[in-house]
Protein backbone atom coordinates (compact mmCIF):
# COMPACT_ATOMS: atom_id res chain seq x y z
CA UNK A 1 0.00 0.00 0.00
CA UNK A 2 1.32 3.09 -0.52
CA UNK A 3 2.48 5.93 1.94
CA UNK A 4 -0.60 8.71 2.40
CA UNK A 5 0.45 12.04 1.88
CA UNK A 6 1.24 14.54 4.69
CA UNK A 7 -1.20 17.14 4.88
CA UNK A 8 2.13 19.80 5.53
CA UNK A 9 3.70 17.81 2.42
CA UNK A 10 3.19 21.09 0.34
CA UNK A 11 4.56 23.36 2.72
CA UNK A 12 7.77 20.71 3.53
CA UNK A 13 8.59 20.22 -0.22
CA UNK A 14 8.65 24.39 -0.04
CA UNK A 15 10.85 24.52 2.26
CA UNK A 16 13.08 21.59 1.10
CA UNK A 17 13.06 23.50 -1.91
CA UNK A 18 14.41 26.95 -0.34
CA UNK A 19 16.65 25.45 1.71
CA UNK A 20 18.34 23.15 -1.18
CA UNK A 21 18.60 26.28 -3.18
CA UNK A 22 21.11 27.86 -0.89
CA UNK A 23 22.61 24.27 -0.47
CA UNK A 24 23.64 24.31 -4.09
CA UNK A 25 24.54 28.41 -4.08
CA UNK A 26 26.94 28.41 -1.32
CA UNK A 27 28.70 24.89 -1.89
CA UNK A 28 27.84 24.47 -5.83
CA UNK A 29 25.30 21.57 -7.32
CA UNK A 30 28.44 19.22 -8.16
CA UNK A 31 29.67 19.30 -4.77
CA UNK A 32 26.51 19.18 -2.87
CA UNK A 33 25.13 15.89 -1.43
CA UNK A 34 21.17 15.18 -0.76
CA UNK A 35 23.00 14.30 2.45
CA UNK A 36 23.84 18.06 3.41
CA UNK A 37 20.49 19.08 1.51
CA UNK A 38 18.28 16.68 4.22
CA UNK A 39 20.82 18.18 7.00
CA UNK A 40 20.51 21.79 6.27
CA UNK A 41 16.62 21.05 6.39
CA UNK A 42 16.49 19.13 9.46
CA UNK A 43 15.27 16.45 7.91
CA UNK A 44 16.69 12.55 7.77
CA UNK A 45 18.45 11.28 4.31
CA UNK A 46 15.76 8.75 4.00
CA UNK A 47 13.13 11.39 4.53
CA UNK A 48 14.21 13.77 1.84
CA UNK A 49 14.27 10.76 -0.64
CA UNK A 50 10.49 10.49 0.38
CA UNK A 51 10.29 14.25 -1.63
CA UNK A 52 12.56 13.66 -4.21
CA UNK A 53 14.19 10.59 -5.94
CA UNK A 54 17.45 12.53 -6.78
CA UNK A 55 19.76 15.54 -6.60
CA UNK A 56 18.63 16.17 -10.17
CA UNK A 57 15.26 15.91 -9.51
CA UNK A 58 15.56 18.39 -6.93
CA UNK A 59 17.44 21.11 -8.54
CA UNK A 60 14.67 20.80 -11.51
CA UNK A 61 11.97 21.52 -9.02
CA UNK A 62 13.55 24.37 -7.59
CA UNK A 63 14.29 25.75 -11.15
CA UNK A 64 10.85 25.03 -12.37
CA UNK A 65 9.73 26.35 -9.35
CA UNK A 66 11.42 29.68 -9.60
CA UNK A 67 11.44 30.14 -13.74
CA UNK A 68 8.10 29.41 -13.87
CA UNK A 69 6.97 31.52 -11.13
CA UNK A 70 8.78 34.36 -12.62
CA UNK A 71 7.51 33.54 -15.73
CA UNK A 72 3.82 33.98 -14.58
CA UNK A 73 4.35 37.01 -12.83
CA UNK A 74 5.44 38.72 -15.29
CA UNK A 75 2.90 37.46 -18.01
CA UNK A 76 0.13 38.15 -15.74
CA UNK A 77 0.97 42.03 -16.03
CA UNK A 78 -1.96 43.51 -17.16
CA UNK A 79 -0.81 46.27 -20.14
CA UNK A 80 -4.01 46.95 -21.64
CA UNK A 81 -4.15 51.03 -21.44
CA UNK A 82 -0.51 51.52 -21.07
CA UNK A 83 1.49 52.80 -23.75
CA UNK A 84 4.34 50.64 -24.66
CA UNK A 85 7.14 53.27 -22.53
CA UNK A 86 5.13 52.63 -19.19
CA UNK A 87 4.76 48.91 -19.86
CA UNK A 88 8.38 48.75 -20.42
CA UNK A 89 8.78 50.23 -17.15
CA UNK A 90 6.38 48.03 -15.27
CA UNK A 91 8.37 45.16 -16.66
CA UNK A 92 11.68 46.20 -15.81
CA UNK A 93 10.17 47.18 -12.45
CA UNK A 94 8.24 43.82 -11.58
CA UNK A 95 11.27 41.92 -12.71
CA UNK A 96 13.43 43.62 -10.45
CA UNK A 97 11.12 42.88 -7.52
CA UNK A 98 10.93 39.03 -8.42
CA UNK A 99 13.99 39.04 -7.89
CA UNK A 100 13.89 39.70 -4.08
CA UNK A 101 14.67 37.13 -1.79
CA UNK A 102 15.50 34.47 -4.87
CA UNK A 103 19.07 34.66 -4.65
CA UNK A 104 20.13 31.23 -4.18
CA UNK A 105 17.40 30.11 -6.66
CA UNK A 106 18.70 32.76 -9.53
CA UNK A 107 22.52 32.29 -8.89
CA UNK A 108 22.04 28.65 -9.77
CA UNK A 109 19.97 28.74 -12.73
CA UNK A 110 23.10 28.68 -15.20
CA UNK A 111 24.90 25.46 -13.52
CA UNK A 112 21.67 24.00 -12.81
CA UNK A 113 20.03 23.96 -16.18
CA UNK A 114 23.42 22.40 -17.62
CA UNK A 115 23.54 19.65 -15.12
CA UNK A 116 19.63 18.20 -16.42
CA UNK A 117 18.61 16.48 -18.99
CA UNK A 118 17.05 17.63 -22.52
CA UNK A 119 14.12 17.11 -21.56
CA UNK A 120 14.24 19.29 -18.37
CA UNK A 121 16.54 21.60 -19.98
CA UNK A 122 13.95 22.51 -22.50
CA UNK A 123 11.31 23.04 -20.25
CA UNK A 124 14.00 25.35 -18.29
CA UNK A 125 14.95 27.24 -21.25
CA UNK A 126 11.01 27.48 -22.52
CA UNK A 127 10.36 29.70 -19.42
CA UNK A 128 13.33 31.97 -20.06
CA UNK A 129 12.40 32.37 -23.66
CA UNK A 130 9.27 33.41 -23.02
CA UNK A 131 10.03 36.07 -21.07
CA UNK A 132 12.75 37.41 -23.69
CA UNK A 133 9.73 37.51 -26.20
CA UNK A 134 7.63 39.35 -23.85
CA UNK A 135 10.01 42.02 -22.89
CA UNK A 136 10.79 42.05 -26.84
CA UNK A 137 7.37 42.73 -28.23
CA UNK A 138 7.55 45.88 -25.45
CA UNK A 139 10.82 47.00 -26.25
CA UNK A 140 10.12 46.70 -30.29
CA UNK A 141 7.15 49.70 -29.58
CA UNK A 142 9.10 52.17 -27.47
CA UNK A 143 12.87 51.88 -28.11
CA UNK A 144 14.43 53.59 -30.81
CA UNK A 145 14.69 52.13 -34.07
CA UNK A 146 18.22 51.95 -34.38
CA UNK A 147 18.35 49.79 -30.98
CA UNK A 148 15.36 47.74 -32.32
CA UNK A 149 14.58 47.87 -36.04
CA UNK A 150 16.66 44.75 -36.74
CA UNK A 151 15.85 41.05 -35.73
CA UNK A 152 19.49 41.09 -33.92
CA UNK A 153 19.06 44.70 -32.68
CA UNK A 154 15.84 43.62 -31.08
CA UNK A 155 17.45 40.27 -29.92
CA UNK A 156 20.94 42.46 -28.56
CA UNK A 157 18.51 45.23 -26.66
CA UNK A 158 16.59 42.90 -24.63
CA UNK A 159 19.19 40.53 -23.96
CA UNK A 160 21.13 43.57 -22.24
CA UNK A 161 18.35 45.07 -20.37
CA UNK A 162 18.26 41.67 -18.97
CA UNK A 163 21.77 42.01 -18.52
CA UNK A 164 21.18 45.12 -16.65
CA UNK A 165 18.77 43.45 -14.10
CA UNK A 166 21.45 40.86 -13.50
CA UNK A 167 23.78 43.27 -12.61
CA UNK A 168 21.80 44.67 -9.96
CA UNK A 169 20.92 41.25 -8.53
CA UNK A 170 24.29 40.36 -8.40
CA UNK A 171 25.26 43.68 -6.69
CA UNK A 172 22.68 44.99 -4.96
CA UNK A 173 21.15 41.95 -3.30
CA UNK A 174 19.92 43.76 -0.43
CA UNK A 175 18.20 46.73 -2.04
CA UNK A 176 14.84 47.78 -1.35
CA UNK A 177 11.95 47.85 -2.81
CA UNK A 178 12.44 52.12 -3.62
CA UNK A 179 16.08 51.39 -4.63
CA UNK A 180 14.69 48.52 -7.31
CA UNK A 181 12.07 51.08 -8.33
CA UNK A 182 14.39 53.89 -8.62
CA UNK A 183 17.10 51.35 -10.45
CA UNK A 184 13.75 49.90 -12.95
CA UNK A 185 13.65 54.15 -14.10
CA UNK A 186 17.07 54.16 -14.63
CA UNK A 187 17.21 51.60 -17.14
CA UNK A 188 14.23 52.74 -18.61
CA UNK A 189 15.71 56.01 -19.52
CA UNK A 190 18.78 55.02 -20.43
CA UNK A 191 16.83 52.37 -23.28
CA UNK A 192 14.39 55.10 -24.00
CA UNK A 193 17.53 57.84 -24.38
CA UNK A 194 15.92 59.87 -21.75
CA UNK A 195 17.54 62.07 -18.77
CA UNK A 196 14.97 60.58 -16.79
CA UNK A 197 12.02 57.57 -16.96
Given at each position: M??????????????????????F?D????????????????????????????????????????????????????????????????????????????????????????????K???????????????L???????????????????????????G??????????????????????????????????
Open positions: ARPIAKDHSEKRAHILRIAARVAGGIARASMAQVAEACGISKANIYHYYDSKDALVFDILDSYLRTLRDRLAQLDRQGENPASQLLRFVNETLLAYEGMDAEHQIQTDGIASLGCEQEILKSYQRDMVVQGDILRFCAPPNLVGTKAGLKATTMSVFMLNWFYMWNRNATQVDRTRYAEHVTALVLGRTSA
